[in-house]
């Protein structure tokens, strides 16, 4: 275990000492952390560190530091586990580089060491008497500068409260996503949750040109894959995989919720999507919403450092989840009433008019009377000549008979 490592480490210190070989190698990985202010500089012989906090979970490949020393020099470099905020001395990897006369960024190549985003890490580093590490005022919110005074480490009393530093993660990420945004309840729905996890590449030590591939065997990370959890109303019928997983592996029964499908890895980045298909039956009662969740785990064996170490295991796990609603199924649609139809209003009926009674013509005692009725006027005014007329018959009839 231990001869492969110290080979291993010779030969990366005989490419480091290649004119150029360190500023030859690429940066793995994306970068993560900095700051980059650079105007004071701090020489010393005392051990100095740059805490910081990790915001992706992954490999912490590579870190910059802002330095100028001489190329006669080495200059160490070890990511070390905090607590409380300050280095523990445990080196979880390192590295080394002959930095250069002139200040500039100075690039160390790291084994790997994996990183989970909110934890905080230290950056421990040595100038010697020839080498200088530059930096600025508090101008990093996620940790500070620290010196070892021999017993203990403590903030840096001088004018650089904060290193000038990158870090560079390899990520390793697990992301889920549903097919639909929703489903109904007490109706049966296909559907479909996709779950893709990405590992970052683990050789052992990775050293971008100058790494070792293929690993020794001891040094192989551990890999798996698992379904944390799913709606209790998702049925799964199928699984699909694709990436670097034998397809006899990808059944249903290696990825159910809580069992884990080993991933043999080929020191490269590699992608595993898991397709589950099945069938959502939510009852009423599950409306609201449905969490699908799984993760990605990697187990690092004992990681190669060039330090004198005890034994290193490391498990990274990164865990997504994907959210869909459940809804109530639409009421019925109550039938529409017919409109009440407008009652026609009766018509008032117009009344007949009651004919005025005729005014009687005017009497002895002035009363009023028809024209034409019996009491009228003209009846009487016939009467009364047919009256005179007969008075002056009988007037007549009287002299003749004095006469006689």
Not at 9 to 36: F, K, R, W, Y
Not at 130 to 157: E, V
Request: proline letters at 10%; hydrophobic letters at 40%; aromatic letters at 6%.
């Amino acid at each position: 275990m231990k001869r492969p490592a110290l080979a291993l480490s010779a030969g990366i210190m005989l490419l480091a000492l290649l004119p150029g070989s360190a500023m030859a190698v690429p940066i793995p990985g994306v970068l993560d952390q900095s700051n980059t202010s650079v105007p004071n500089s701090l020489g010393a012989t005392n051990d100095l560190a740059q805490t910081f906090t990790a915001g992706k979970t992954g490999l912490l490949t590579t870190v910059q530091l802002y330095m100028n020393g001489n190329p006669e020099f080495q200059v160490f470099v070890s990511i070390d586990a905090t607590t409380g905020g300050l280095p523990t001395g445990l080196p979880l990897g390192d590295g080394f580089v002959f930095p250069a006369n002139a200040s500039g960024w100075v690039t160390f190549a790291l084994s790997p060491v994996p990183v989970t985003a909110g934890q905080t890490y230290a950056i421990h580093f040595n100038t010697t008497t020839t080498a200088a590490a530059w930096g600025s005022g508090d101008t990093y919110s996620g940790g500070q500068a620290l010196m070892y005074s021999g017993t203990a480490w403590s903030a840096n009393s001088g004018a650089i409260k904060d290193f000038a530093f990158q870090t560079y993660v390899d990520p390793q990420t697990t992301t889920l996503q549903w097919d639909k945004a929703q489903v109904v309840a007490g109706s049966p729905t296909a559907l479909t949750l996709t779950e893709t996890i990405v590992f970052p590449a683990y050789s052992g030590v990775q050293l971008g040109d100058i790494g070792a591939k293929p690993n020794p065997a001891a040094l192989t990370a551990v890999w798996t894959v698992k379904s944390d959890a799913l709606p209790a109303w998702f049925t799964p019928t199928d699984v699909t995989c694709a990436g670097q997983i034998a397809l006899a592996d990808c059944t249903l029964a290696n990825v159910a919720p809580g069992s884990s499908l080993p991933v043999t890895p080929d020191g490269e980045p590699i992608a595993i999507v898991l397709t589950l298909t099945g069938t959502a039956s939510p009852a009423l009662a599950d409306v609201g919403t449905g969490t699908g969740k799984a993760e990605g785990c990697v187990v690092y064996p004992e990681l190669v450092r060039f330090t004198v170490t005890p034994a290193l295991s490391v498990t990274s796990c990164v865990a997504g989840q994907a959210t869909l609603a459940v809804v109530a199924p639409a009421a019925d649609p109550t039938p529409t009433p017919a409109p009440n139809a407008t009652p026609t209003p009766t018509p008032t009926p117009t009344p007949t008019p009651t004919p005025r009674p005729a005014t009687p013509p005017p009497t002895a005692a002035g009363g009023s009377g028809s024209s034409n009725g019996p009491g009228s006027s003209i009846w009487f005014l016939a009467m009364g000549l047919i009256a005179a007329i007969g008075g002056a018959l009988l007037l007549v009839n009287r002299q003749q008979r004095r006469i006689r």
